[in-house]
């Protein structure tokens, strides 16, 4: 009964709480959840003749995004699974896009993010009990998120996301919500030490970094101390050299710094040049073979060097995978998404005046960016569960701005 009277459309919300809740745990259940979440929401918006507000710039470029992944499967040089990647924008474009003219308050956006940490946690426990105790995992691998790589990115977005909600709301926690809240900042981040993902590790220290940079705007002291702590959490696992450091110089001795990414990455830069628009389809990259590659190689006039190319399963690299499955029309849609984005966290940082919400819900977004752009300079980025936790953040922030377009407010 208290569900039922806490939210304006109770059974729509609990769907995507659930929805949430699933994301790391369940992976059946997970697609159930956005399918009947998004009908129950059609099916309010439609009743209540409430669509979220007049058509705006955030809008053509959400529909963009979805339709950008159809124009892939109609044109895709390669033919395999380019619609189930297509389906993979549409599922997340469209949780964005709901999520943007949801109309949900601030009671919604606070057991958004609660839920975000408490599925997180408790799908983390679940994996360090296979590593540690019961030895059924060789990884950290969340359940429904699957590969170290993977998992390790989406504990860097919900670190961040744990982080900017102990900063904001800081001042109005009792002591026993503090330690919890403290204790799932510090259990995320190190989970992704133990993943030994580097690029993960790397991005959750810049966002840490940015994070007590912004919130210099608001409380300096917070600001300092969130400094402190990232310098001192560097020195000591540097110090104590930490498995993802000892990997990096090992790394380093063997002169293979990129983990073969460098022949994964030429092999990308083939398969562009030869679909150059539209690529071989998104979900197809597992598509390209050794002996396409060598027949591309050698049909463009070059020599094949067969130590200079890696048939692998994905590009490794959020921007060439998208060029290789997507072509110049498919990452211009992404660097526009991802620049737009961007463009936005800059134009409506918050002040020093304004509300907690705001703040919580601006890091959260600023988290998925970072974590997105930066790991996905040497990893498969925003797809699946990362990409739904990434659009998640962005769609209630910009949900709580009202309007991409709406004039920013607090301090310049």
Not at 1 to 19: C, D, S
Not at 20 to 32: G, I, T
Request: no cysteine.
């Amino acid at each position: 009964m208290i569900m039922i009277t806490m939210f304006k459309r109770p059974a729509e919300f609990i769907l995507l709480l659930g929805l949430v809740m699933a994301l790391p745990l369940l992976e059946a259940p997970k697609n159930l959840l956005w399918g009947a979440w998004i009908i129950t929401w059609l099916y309010h918006r439609v009743r209540d003749k409430d669509y979220g507000g007049p058509w705006d710039a955030w809008d053509s470029l959400i529909a963009l995004l979805i339709a950008s992944g159809y124009v892939g499967v109609a044109f895709a040089g390669l033919h395999n699974k380019e619609w189930g990647g297509a389906n993979d924008i549409l599922r997340y474009g469209s949780i964005l896009w709901a999520l943007k003219r949801s109309g949900y308050g601030e009671r919604e956006f606070r057991w958004l993010i609660v839920t975000v940490i408490i599925s997180t946690l408790i799908a983390l426990g679940a994996t360090l009990w296979g590593l540690y105790v019961s030895h059924s995992h060789g990884t950290l691998k969340l359940h429904s998120v699957g590969h170290v790589n993977h998992s390790a990115i989406y504990l860097a977005i919900s670190y961040g996301i744990a982080l900017a909600a102990v900063m904001a709301f800081w001042g109005r926690l009792g002591w026993m919500t503090r330690v919890a809240a403290l204790f799932a900042t510090g259990a995320f981040a190190t989970g992704v030490f133990i993943t030994s993902s580097r690029g993960a590790v790397g991005a959750m220290l810049v966002l840490t970094f940015f994070m007590s940079l912004a919130w210099s705007r608001r409380s300096k002291a917070i600001a300092a101390i969130t400094m402190a702590t990232l310098i001192a959490t560097a020195y000591i696992t540097y110090s104590s050299k930490v498995n993802v450091f000892t990997k990096h110089q090992g790394s380093v001795a063997t002169d293979d710094v990129l983990s073969h990414r460098g022949e994964i990455w030429n092999a990308a830069v083939v398969t562009w040049r030869q679909f150059p628009l539209f690529g071989v389809g998104m979900g197809n990259y597992s598509q390209i073979s050794t002996e396409r590659i060598k027949q591309w190689v050698e049909a463009s006039g070059r020599t094949y060097v067969a130590s200079n190319y890696l048939s692998y399963a994905h590009g490794h690299s959020l921007y060439l995978n998208t060029l290789a499955e997507r072509g110049l029309f498919g990452l211009g849609v992404l660097v526009i998404l991802l620049s737009a984005w961007f463009y936005g966290l800059l134009r409506y940082l918050p002040g020093v005046h304004d509300e907690n919400m705001a703040w919580m819900l601006w890091g959260g977004s600023l988290s998925a960016w970072l974590v997105t752009v930066g790991v996905g300079t040497v990893n498969t980025t925003l797809h699946h569960e990362h990409a739904i936790l990434s659009v998640l953040m962005l769609g209630t922030w910009l949900a709580y701005l009202g309007s991409s377009l709406r004039p920013k407010k607090g301090d310049a």
